[in-house]
Nanobody, 118 residues
Framework: QVQLVESGGGTVQTGESLKLTCAAS????????MGWFRQAPGKQREYVAS???????DYAESVKGRFTISRDNAENTIYLQMNTLKPEDTAIYYC????????????WGQGAQVTVSS
């Protein structure tokens, strides 16, 4: 059973940085697509970024130029470096892993709270 565990959330002020980590365990192979989604209070879950084996990283327009996703294939671990944070980035950030597309069914982490105060 594949399990994903996020870490690194917290509370920061506008303009500061945070780095999230998602570590996967229980997979016999490298997970093809891994990424981040987020859900703010009262809103639907939205896509943030993903990285796929053999392909580059992809980002939502709202985070381009501020967030950077990276992965350690050997460890099935991904990172999300978040710079120049804004109050609208406040959300629970969920890690997802899929053996197909990031948009296919997959595995989810429990979520990490990120709060950006103004």
């Amino acid at each position: 059973q594949v399990q994903l565990v996020e870490s690194g959330g917290g509370t920061v002020q506008t303009g500061e940085s945070l780095k999230l980590t998602c570590a996967a365990s229980g997979s016999p192979t490298s997970i093809f697509a891994m990424g981040w989604f987020r859900q703010a209070p009262g809103k639907q879950r939205e896509y943030v970024a993903s990285v796929t084996l053999g392909a580059g990283a992809d980002y939502a327009e709202s985070v381009k130029g501020r967030f950077t996703i990276s992965r350690d294939n050997a460890e099935n671990t991904i990172y999300l470096q978040m710079n120049t944070l804004k109050p609208e980035d406040t959300a629970i950030y969920y890690c997802k892993g899929s053996f197909a597309s990031i948009w296919s069914s997959g595995y989810w982490g429990q979520g990490a709270q990120v709060t950006v105060s103004s």
